[in-house]
């Protein structure tokens, strides 16, 4: 069964921290994207990527940063987490340049940052 | 920056009746994907429509893209506590040939048994 695996699905992390979220897929995709999605406001989109080392930021970039060293893994990283970044983070990966292709999602990583 | 609005936020229905929820664009879709998210998990595809006019079935599910491409609807009939779940329309387009997904806020549907 094909998937998007992402390291943790509860975490709790401090104010301050440098936090790294793990994603990992299996189906040989192109692109992957790492959103937050936060009631009342939906799914938002961080930073995708459409190769290796390749990125772009996406609508709410700030505070955030992101590595692809490999294309079956893309990582998000949290350079000083601060309060507002505790919310749901979903990582996903589709195939390049197909509108009729979906994304398949993990199953989410919930941060709190206390 | 393109918009999806979808209505209602919340509905809350017993088991055996039919709704309908609705996605509105502020632009063109480029292609239409109604995604479920149940509690817990992340999205998973339920269709893509990319012509105007178009009419999918999915089971109990019933998915309309109008004419001029800007709104969709999505019907289930005889809902069951299984269609519980946050039902999500996005827009499949962007940069590079349609790689990035914008979402509308979802419609949080419950079915009481």
């Known amino acids: 069964d094909v998937k998007v695996t992402q390291s943790s699905r509860y975490l709790v992390k401090r104010t301050g921290e440098k936090v790294f979220l793990e994603c990992v897929q299996d189906?040989?995709?192109?692109?992957m994207f790492w959103y937050r999605q936060d009631p009342g406001l939906g799914l938002r989109l961080i930073y995708f990527s459409y190769d290796v080392k390749m990125k772009e930021k996406g609508d709410i970039p700030e505070g955030y940063s992101v590595s692809r060293e490999k294309k079956e893994r893309f990582s998000l990283i949290l350079e000083s987490a601060s309060t507002n970044q505790t919310s749901m983070y979903l990582c996903?990966?589709?195939?390049?340049?197909?509108?009729?292709?979906?994304?398949?999602f993990g199953s989410g990583t919930r941060l709190t940052v206390v | 920056t393109q918009l999806l609005e979808q209505s209602p936020q919340f509905l809350s229905i017993q088991e055996g009746e039919n709704l309908t929820v609705y996605c509105n664009s502020s632009s063109v879709f480029s292609s239409l994907q109604w995604y479920r998210q149940e509690p817990g998990e992340g999205p998973v595809l339920l269709v893509t429509v990319v012509t105007g006019g178009e009419v999918k079935k999915l089971k109990r599910l019933t998915f309309q893209f109008g004419d001029a491409r800007k709104d969709s609807s999505l019907h289930i009939t005889a809902a069951q506590p299984g269609d519980t779940g946050l039902y999500l329309c996005?827009?499949?387009?962007?940069?590079?040939?349609?790689?990035?997904?914008?979402f509308g806020q979802g419609t949080r549907l419950t079915i009481n048994p």
């Open positions: 189906m040989d995709h192109e692109n």
């Open positions: 996005a827009d499949r387009g962007g940069f590079q040939g349609a790689q990035k997904l914008v």
């Open positions: 996903a990966s589709s195939r390049a340049g197909q509108l009729n292709y979906g994304y398949t």
